[in-house]
């Protein structure tokens, strides 16, 4: 098995490059670096997307075609849209519609056109296993590594993890009045970001298993953009790293369970 990793910004996968074992290797394909090698013993290939639905769409196409991924998890940050949805909170896909994606009059609203559908479905497997190292990363390790000033900074009194509809769409929502009218298309929308219905569409017409789970930077509001540097730097590269070290280290105990 060779496990995709997916992040729109560096500091997302950063720690994780370093976990790499000795002997990875580094191919530069259509303008970015696909890093080969094991961590905590498993095959993963892991690379920075970019931002947007088309850049990450290209990455999780060659992770398939060029890697032979058989599993993709796309980790990353997001803004909150449901309410009483917290800064710190993680959410983790089950499935996501691409919000901006409107064919209307020739097929229906967020509709892909030729495949059926407007929403594609997560790996139930996978997202069940993320949810329980987001779970066991946030009751453990998160205190440990996240000073309690910038726990106290960032409100991250306790942090929870929800499991629902994340929205895709190649636009920053940050105005409450965009929000708004992201509610009323989606009632049942969690969180917005950029990039991971795409991934999610890729991996349907593949036939590849895949995972999106996103750490909540603000909540979408007027005050998206001041919250975002600082968070990503502080708090939510150490969230990717620790929750899927701890996805991964579930998949080695299960590994040695199994001998």
Known sequence: MTLGIIAAL?????????????????????????????ILGHDCVVVLARVGKVAAAATATALIERFGASQIIFTGVAGGVAH???IGDVVIANELAQHDLDARPFF???????????????????????????????EGRMRLE??????????????RVHRGLIASGDQFIGSATRVDMLRKALP??????????????????????????????????????????????????????????????QLHHRASDSH
């Open 10 to 38: 560096h500091g997302e996968i950063s720690q994780l490059l370093a976990d790499m074992a000795p002997g990875a290797t580094r191919q530069h394909i259509a303008m970015r670096d696909y890093h080969a090698g094991k």
């Open 84 to 86: 009483g949805l917290r």
């Open 108 to 138: 229906g609203l967020h509709e892909i056109p030729m495949l059926g559908v407007s929403r594609c479905h997560a790996d139930p497997a996978l997202t069940l296993r993320l949810e329980a190292a987001a779970r066991e990363y946030l």
């Open 146 to 159: 996240i000073p309690a000033p910038t726990r106290a900074r960032f409100g991250l009194e306790a942090p």
């Open 188 to 249: 049942n929308a969690l969180a917005v970001e950029m990039e991971g219905a795409a991934v999610a569409q890729v991996c349907y017409e593949y036939g590849v298993p895949f995972s999106v789970i996103r750490t909540l930077s603000d909540t979408a509001d007027d005050q998206a953009h001041i919250d975002f540097p600082a968070f990503l730097n502080e708090v939510a590269s150490l969230y990717s790293h620790g929750i899927l070290r701890a996805f991964l280290a």
